[in-house]
């Protein structure tokens, strides 16, 4: 069951500290362009819509690998039709490892289990439902592929897409058999929108070593994990807590604050099994041992931001059917001037999810993404009327480790510290719900050297 024995991408492995070249071609009927999610690249290799090639053509990525190891993964990022072709499986993983993660002695080969987590609707003829028409793209685009008019997939295309089967991997819940041995589960949520609260089925806590930018200083364990559109978390399990025969099971627990309109017969927040394993086996005796150091992370110093005292505010915006921040909807080489920063330098920024300007008050949970960095969280807020609904899920946010995506639940303000250390140039920052991204809930950020 490797991730790529489907639909997704091939999972690319590479080394800190390596060169790599990477030719894009692209056989599809429309523009598309490669981003490397969660990698330090110079910004014209990074996959921004601006570089989006048409069908035919080639793009040449050039870049050392700057990354710690850590679970990354790559995407279409094509403006407007992101959603539409990450749904239909240009995606992948991109895993990287170095020295310092090497001598940890993690489990390895395949006990390094990858679980790109992902859900998806399909037809009578077992064929991919991409429900929204996309936006930006002519209307002969917008109908191929099975993107419908309409309110329903109006809808949609503003507020997100929701499968209603779970697949790991590309494939549908199944019993995986493992042996009594430690392993590290590498989970992705490579979801368009939806967002999981996962657990084991016996209440077992998860033992968290990493999360989106690598590993953390040490295990962190938790009850629940909450994984937005784009997070990743990297759980290590020894199978020997479970004997011969049993079939422990990774689910998803209900939630509230997820998307909730026209959402289908599988909501955002509804209970469902996601995997399941078998044990197999009985041995070994010893049981596996996890160091309690696991790597080198600077502690966080919110002093070293040069606006420490005085945060950027990032409001997430809905105005008249489309998203933005601060009010503004996306756009491909604007940056304003609080979206333009100095290299070398650190900045606290606040994404606020207040529901500002939108129709009838509807907030929903963001996924913000920050391109070509890793930040750390320092803080969050949540307003009084949504305290009852964020404890169903706050338990379950990791903000221990080196991040490129933070959940940003409904009367949330979460406060994250960047560092503009690598490259100057053009980058982007979005929600990651692929399908807001899509309708505006995009923006540049200019870095200047
Ligand atoms: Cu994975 Cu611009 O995103
Ligand atoms: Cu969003």
């Known amino acids: 069951m490797q991730p790529s024995d ?16 990477i030719e894009l071609i692209n056989e599809l009927p429309e523009p598309t362009i490669i981003h490397w999610h969660g990698l330090h690249v110079p910004d014209d290799m990074d996959g921004h819509p601006r570089h989006a090639i048409g069908p035919g053509q080639r793009y040449v990525y050039a870049f050392r690998v700057l990354n710690r190891a850590g679970t990354y993964w790559y995407h279409a990022h094509p403006h407007g039709r992101t959603g539409h072709q990450v749904y239909h499986g240009l995606a992948g993983l991109l895993l990287v490892s170095d020295e310092e993660e090497a001598a940890l002695r993690l489990p390895g080969g395949d006990q390094d289990m990858p679980l790109v987590i992902q859900d998806r609707t399909f037809d009578d003829d077992n064929q991919f439902v991409y429900p929204a028409a996309g ?36 494939r549908q819940v199944q019993a995986l058999d493992v042996d009594r041995r430690a392993r590290r589960l590498r989970l992705l949520n490579g979801s368009n929108t939806r967002t999981y609260k996962l657990a084991w089925n016996d209440g077992s806590p998860l033992t968290v070593i990493g999360t989106d930018g690598g590993l953390l200083a040490a295990p962190a364990h938790r009850k629940f994990l909450v994984l937005g559109p784009a997070e990743r978390a990297d759980i290590w399990t020894d199978f020997a807590n479970w004997k011969e025969g049993e079939s422990p099971s990774l689910q998803s627990l209900p939630f509230e604050g997820g998307m909730t309109m026209g959402s289908g017969p599988l909501p955002d927040g509804s209970q469902f099994p996601v995997l399941q394993f078998r044990i197999v086996g009985s041995g070994p005796v010893e049981p596996a041992r996890l160091p309690d150091r696991l790597a080198q992370l600077p502690p966080v110093q919110a002093s070293v931001a040069i606006n420490a005292e005085h945060p950027k505010v990032f409001d997430l915006t809905m105005g008249m059917m489309v998203w933005g921040i601060n009010g503004r909807p996306f756009e491909m080489l604007q940056a304003t001037a609080q979206e333009t920063v100095k290299l070398g330098t650190h900045e606290v920024w606040e994404f606020r999810n207040e529901g500002r300007n939108s129709m009838m008050g509807m907030v929903m949970a963001h996924s913000m993404h920050i391109h070509g960095l890793q930040f750390r969280v320092i803080g969050r807020e949540i307003a009084d009327r949504f305290a009852a609904a964020y404890r169903t899920v706050q338990p379950g946010l990791m903000d221990e480790g080196w991040k490129d995506t933070v959940l940003v639940m409904p009367g949330e303000r979460v406060r994250v510290l960047v560092g503009f250390e690598d490259y100057p140039g053009l980058f982007l920052y979005h929600c990651h719900m692929l399908e807001h991204e899509d309708s505006g809930l995009m923006r540049n950020y200019l870095v200047k050297a």
């Open 6 to 21: 489907s639909y997704l991408g091939p999972v690319i492995r590479l080394r800190r500290g390596q060169r790599v070249r």
């Open 135 to 170: 936006h930006g793209m002519g209307a002969s685009m917008m109908s191929r592929g099975g993107g419908g008019r309409g309110m329903g997939s109006m809808m949609a295309s503003m507020m997100g897409v929701l499968g209603d089967r779970i697949l790991v991997n590309g």
